[in-house]
């Protein structure tokens, strides 16, 4: 535990979170600046900032919880079309909480939730010597 995390004050109980799932391992509740009706995360107990500082056993127990959760959003809220099922890495990923986290974001039609691209994105394709190239220095994985 972190003592300064708000997460591990959840775990705690030491903060209110409208809980949704918890175990020994993982707890699920309900994001407090929700970008759609039933926005979710899911956490693990154990600190750990960073996805590489968790057992691959943890980490995968984040997962199924996920997906149960998803699945009662689009039948609770139908107007939901997608799932977004999001993972910051990192302060440069976008991560807020420096706590493992999985968000799990209800997607309806012109919610105004996006990613923002360069335009230059767009027009970028990477060739097969450059998509070689690259995948030549991540294997063997």
Not at 109 to 119: A, I, L
Request: glycine share 4%.
């Amino acid at each position: 535990m972190n003592s300064d995390c708000i997460f591990c004050k959840i775990v705690n109980k030491e903060v209110f979170a409208a809980v949704l799932f918890e175990d020994d391992d993982i707890m699920a509740f309900m994001d407090i600046k929700p970008i759609n009706e039933g926005h979710s995360l899911v956490i693990t107990k154990k600190h750990a900032v960073l996805v590489d500082e968790l057992e691959e056993e943890l980490y995968l127990k984040l997962f199924p919880i996920g997906r149960k959760i998803a699945n009662k959003i689009k039948e609770v809220f139908p107007e939901t079309k997608g799932i977004m099922y999001f993972i910051a890495d990192g302060e440069h990923a976008g991560q807020e909480v420096p706590h493992v986290h999985l968000h799990i974001i209800p997607r309806k039609p012109n919610d105004g939730f996006d990613f923002t691209f360069d335009p230059a994105y767009y027009d970028r394709l990477l060739t097969e010597e450059e998509r070689t190239k690259v995948k030549d220095k991540l294997i063997p994985i």
